[in-house]
């Protein structure tokens, strides 16, 4: 346990690096405020496949392909891929890699998948177990709103609070040699659970989770908010950041100045009609690897706390009147 | 003046619903369950027929006005057909209306595919 | 992070604070001008069977039909899910939305098949209207067959 820190927390000895990140994205994220940030921006929401769930996958497929692009390796120097989405059994992912011939751990932890990822990614590569993994999360509106809520053409509205799951595939490649920002620690969340039912409020329901694994955050390293350039949460949206403030605030803490929510910078709310702002597992991998990675890689960013936030719940514990579980996971990530 | 009254009605009977969605965070499938089974009780009581017989289509339009009809054709049917009535009066009056349902949204099915959003 | 049932009391609390509300008025205005404006078109179709010679009871059957088969075109056109965000009720609850739920999965499920895609989903929403409906009516009609 000699990397072990505090309650939550690692340390890592060889701090793996980020060689690259790659974004791609549906019509309605390349229409918005990052629209000329992505990597590639899809015509249309079938991606030229004949159904949602195979434009997801296919999605992925060329998020994971991309970022490998990019780092300037081949697809079998990648030792590991790890990729999670939000359809069941996780098949968003699972046919994405299928394909790619390269050993995969399929990962479940809803909208904080990409965190879940880079945790092990940089556990594996640490650890000396890889020298390239590749860790990935998608998700598709359209696919998401069928599998779990209402069929797209049910006319109805979404409240305030509610979120759009946002479509597209973010994928990073940590090293263990190359040039980028670095990962030097991270701090695994618990299942948090405020006793929050409603599903039009996830933003809610996580903001609990988020404080929590920043407070441990802190504590594991005796460290402050004004350590950190930027705190970035997954997908609380307008909604869930508000809250997560308030609770540290409570505790202490004051991170307002430097926290931002990636699923309040990929939609122009008032334009877009997005409610509480974006969502799903490709919110924060997407707006990570499109808006904070290129800040880290040029140093306008050198120290940033990664914290991608997810509610765990489904339809059918929804339907039991079950509360939301909601987890985050922290990656300190420094330039 | 029948349409205003139709308008008025039907508008309200809509507001009602409205009111509930904002402010229990009822699903709308819900709503519509409590309202078709709500008409059926009142059109039962026979109350629903006079709300008809005054607002026309704004009373038969919305779904209360369904579960009315329900209600209305058991008691037709049981007044000439006797117990079995309590059975097939239901069924029989929304026949017209949940088969020709069927068949356009199957025939929609047949042309149309879900446009992205 | 405190989980005990006072601290969630107080978190439900600051939830309900943070949480914008919907402007109930402005949504209730519009399911009226909507659902009004529905039932209007109800109204002049019964007029027209009507002054074509129908009983009303057999008007009100063709105003149903004519309304779902709106309702479904307008589904398959993708137009009736932008209406429902505007008018919210105004257009669920009159029989078009009915429709809209049978024919918004029929759509959406045709890649799944014909028989448990289009033929099952079409009774996700409609499903429990249709059967509450009918264990409705049969507590109706028991009360007034022992009434009677």
Not at chain 1, 191 to 214: R, Y
Not at chain 1, 230 to 250: N, P, Q, R
């Amino acid at each position: 346990m000699r990397r072990h820190v505090g309650k939550q927390s690692i340390r890592f000895d060889l701090p793996p690096v980020i060689r690259a990140a790659a974004s791609v994205v549906g019509p309605k994220e390349g229409d918005g405020p990052l629209k000329d940030r992505f990597d590639r921006i899809m015509p249309d929401m079938l991606s030229g496949t004949n159904s949602w769930e195979k434009a997801e996958s296919a999605l992925a497929r060329q998020g994971i392909e991309l970022a490998v692009d990019k780092a300037g390796l081949s697809m079998p120097e990648i030792d590991y891929i790890l990729a999670g989405d939000l359809l069941n059994q996780s098949i968003g992912s699972t046919y994405a890699v299928r394909s790619l011939e390269r050993p995969f751990f399929g990962l479940f932890s809803a909208c904080s998948t990409i965190g879940e990822a880079m945790t092990l990614g940089c556990v594996l590569v640490d650890g000396e177990y890889a020298d390239n993994i590749a860790a990935a999360a998608s998700s598709h509106f359209c696919a998401a709103e069928k599998t779990f809520r209402n069929p797209l053409e049910l006319g109805g509205q979404r409240p305030l609070t509610s979120s759009w799951t946002v479509t597209g595939d973010g994928c990073v490649i940590i090293s263990s040699s190359g040039k980028g920002p670095r990962i030097t620690a991270a701090t695994t969340g618990k299942i948090i659970d405020m006793g929050i039912k409603d599903v039009n409020n996830m933003g809610a329901a996580m903001a609990p989770a988020a404080a929590d694994v920043l407070i441990h955050h802190f504590e594991d390293f005796n460290a402050q908010p004004s350590g950190y350039d930027a705190i970035v949460t997954g997908d609380l949206g307008s909604t869930g950041l508000k809250l997560l403030k308030t609770l540290m605030a409570e505790k202490g803490y004051d991170i307002g100045e430097n926290a931002f929510d990636c699923g309040v910078e990929i939609f122009d709310a008032k334009t877009q009609d997005t409610h509480a702002g974006g969502s799903g597992p490709a919110c924060s991998a997407v707006t990570f690897a499109s808006l904070f990675y290129p800040k880290l890689c040029e140093g306008r960013i050198k120290r940033l706390l990664f914290v991608p936030t997810g509610a765990l719940m489904n339809s059918t514990t929804a339907m039991q009147g079950e509360t939301m579980p909601s987890i985050a996971h922290a990656l300190r990530i420094e330039a | 003046m029948d349409y205003v009254k139709a308008f008025a009605v039907g508008g309200l009977i809509c507001v009602i619903g409205q009111i509930v969605l904002d402010k229990t965070k009822l699903t709308s499938a819900r709503i519509l369950v409590i309202f078709v089974v709500a008409g059926c009780v009142l059109g039962g009581l026979g109350v629903y027929e006079k709300l008809v017989e005054f607002a026309g289509a704004g009373a038969s339009v919305p779904l209360p006005g369904f579960g009315n009809l329900l209600a209305k054709g058991v008691k037709k049917e049981i007044d000439e057909n006797g117990f079995i009535g309590v059975l097939t009066g239901g069924f029989k009056s929304m026949a017209a209306g949940v088969a020709a349902a069927m068949l356009f949204s199957f025939l929609a099915s047949l042309i149309f595919t879900a446009k992205e959003k | 992070m405190d989980s005990s049932e006072l601290s969630k009391k107080k978190y439900k609390n600051l939830v309900d604070e943070a949480s914008p509300n919907s402007n109930v008025y402005r949504d209730c205005l519009k399911a009226f001008a909507v659902g009004g404006a529905i039932c209007c078109i109800g109204q002049a179709l019964n007029n027209l069977w009507v002054n074509l010679g129908a009983s009303m009871d057999e008007a009100g059957a063709y105003t149903a039909i004519a309304l779902v088969l709106s309702s479904v075109l307008l589904t398959g056109l993708g137009v009736y899910d932008k209406l429902g965000k505007h008018a919210g009720a105004g257009s669920f609850v009159p029989i078009t939305g009915f429709a809209n739920a049978m024919a918004a999965p029929a759509v959406e499920f045709k890649r799944e098949g014909f028989i448990m895609g289009v033929g099952a989903k079409m009774f996700t929403v409609a499903g429990p209207v249709i059967v509450y409906g009918t264990l409705a009516s049969i507590v109706v009609g028991l009360v007034y067959y022992i009434l009677k």
